[in-house]
């Protein structure tokens, strides 16, 4: 069964740090790509990092340099770091599962509930 549960949002000052995790259940978290999309109210849904099952990261050039994906097998969790902060990330960031392209759209087949981080300035 795919089950996917972030943790770790909040409210912050811009510039600050907030770290996201993803428990993932085994079966979805091996041999996928993992990730990380959000959407702000308005907006369309966005991919903000990925790493394949190879460990291999991808970033979107908003996050670039800020923004840290990494996951720890032995627990089968996901993490998205977030430094320097900008009032621009205010978002629902959801942890993804079997991330790729799907109609010609980054997106991903499984998705975890959501949790919401907001940058005030």
């Known amino acids: 069964q795919v089950q996917l549960v972030e943790s770790g949002g909040g409210s912050v000052q811009a510039g600050g740090s907030l770290r996201l995790s993803c428990a993932a259940s085994?079966?979805?978290?091996?041999?996928?790509?993992m990730g990380w999309f959000r959407q702000a109210p308005g907006k369309e849904r966005e991919g903000v990092a990925a790493?394949?099952?190879?460990?291999?990261?991808s970033y979107a050039d908003s996050v670039k340099g800020r923004f840290t994906i990494s996951k720890d097998n032995a627990k089968n969790t996901l993490y998205l770091q977030m430094n320097s902060l900008k009032p621009e990330d205010t978002a629902m960031y959801y942890c993804?599962?079997?991330?790729?392209?799907?109609?010609?759209?980054?997106?991903?087949?499984?998705w975890g509930q959501g949790t919401q981080v907001t940058v005030s300035s």
């Open positions: 993804a599962a079997a991330c790729g392209w799907y109609g010609g759209s980054w997106s991903a087949n499984y």
């Open positions: 085994a079966y979805t978290y091996s041999g996928y790509c």
């Open positions: 790493i394949d099952s190879d460990g291999s990261t």
